[in-house]
C-alpha cells in the first residue's frame, strides 16, 4: 500500500521560505513521478508542480512560477518543495501525491494517484 | 476563477443517479483525458475516475465518466450517504502547461 508522508508546514511570516518533504514508501518511488498540490482553507483544490521521475521533466502554476521549486531525492524515496517569497495566498494544506503510471515523461501520462494527508501552510503577518 | 467549471453544489436521494459535469475548453478538455476525484470530509482526495471513464481497482461501478467535445460528467447511480463528498475533475491544459482542476462539486445526500 503506497505511503506518503508530508512534514515541513508551520506558521510563518510573509517573504520567508519554508521546505516541504514527502516520504514516500511502499512502493517504486523512482519510478513515479511526483505532484504537489494544494487546498487553501475551505476551497477546492490547486495543482502546485509536478516532477518526472528521473527530475528530467518539471513543471509549476503560474501562480508559483519563480517562488518554488520540486526537487526528489531517489535515493531518499523522499519529494521536496522549496518555497521562497511565501505570501499570504500560499495559505493551503499542501499534499503530495504520486503518479498512476510509471516511467511518464509526457503531460498524457502524468496522473495524481495516491495522495497523502497532508501539511498545512500558513503564511500570517 | 477555476479554469473548469462546476456547479458548486447537487444533492439527491438515496438509490437516485445523479450526475456532476464539468466544462472547459478545447486546450484542457477538448484533447486531453478528463479525471475526477473525490475528497470525503476531513480526508485527502481520492482518485475516482481516470482517462474520463476508467476506474481504478476498488472503486464501485456505480461511479462512472464520460467525456463528449469540451465537457466531461461524471455519474452516480444508486446514490449512497456515504456518496457525500466534494468531486472535482481535472486534466491537463495544453495553452498552460499545468494541470487544472474543477472548483469541485459539494454533492448532498438527502
Known amino acids: 500500500q503506497v505511503q506518503l508522508v508530508e512534514s515541513g508546514g508551520g506558521v510563518v511570516q510573509p517573504g520567508v521560505s519554508l521546505r516541504l518533504s514527502c516520504a514516500a514508501s511502499e512502493f517504486i518511488f523512482s519510478r513515479y513521478g511526483m505532484h504537489w498540490v494544494r487546498q487553501a482553507p475551505g476551497k477546492g483544490l490547486e495543482w502546485v508542480a509536478l516532477?518526472?521521475?528521473?527530475?528530467?521533466?518539471?513543471y509549476y502554476a503560474d501562480s508559483v512560477k519563480g517562488r518554488f521549486t520540486i526537487s526528489r531525492d531517489n535515493s531518499k524515496n523522499t519529494l521536496y518543495m522549496h518555497m521562497n517569497s511565501l505570501r499570504v495566498e500560499d495559505t493551503a494544506v499542501y499534499y503530495c501525491a504520486n503518479d498512476l503510471w510509471q516511467f511518464c515523461t509526457i503531460p498524457s501520462c502524468f496522473l495524481m494517484d495516491v495522495w497523502g494527508q497532508g501539511t498545512t501552510v500558513t503564511v500570517s503577518s | 476563477q477555476s479554469v473548469l467549471t462546476q456547479a458548486p453544489s447537487t444533492s439527491g436521494t438515496p438509490g437516485q443517479r445523479v450526475t456532476i459535469s464539468c466544462s472547459g475548453t478545447s486546450s484542457n478538455i477538448g484533447s486531453n483525458y478528463v479525471h475526477w476525484y473525490q475528497q470525503l470530509p476531513g480526508t485527502a482526495p481520492k482518485l475516482l475516475i481516470y482517462?474520463?471513464?476508467q476506474r481504478p481497482s476498488g472503486v464501485p461501478d456505480r461511479f462512472s465518466g464520460s467525456k463528449s467535445g469540451t465537457s466531461a460528467s461524471l455519474a452516480i447511480s444508486g446514490l449512497r450517504s456515504e456518496d457525500e463528498a466534494d468531486y472535482y475533475c481535472a486534466t491537463w491544459d495544453d495553452s498552460l502547461s499545468a494541470w487544472v482542476f474543477g472548483g469541485g462539486t459539494k454533492m448532498t445526500v438527502l
Open positions: 482517462r474520463s471513464n
Open positions: 516532477i518526472s521521475y528521473d527530475g528530467s521533466k518539471r
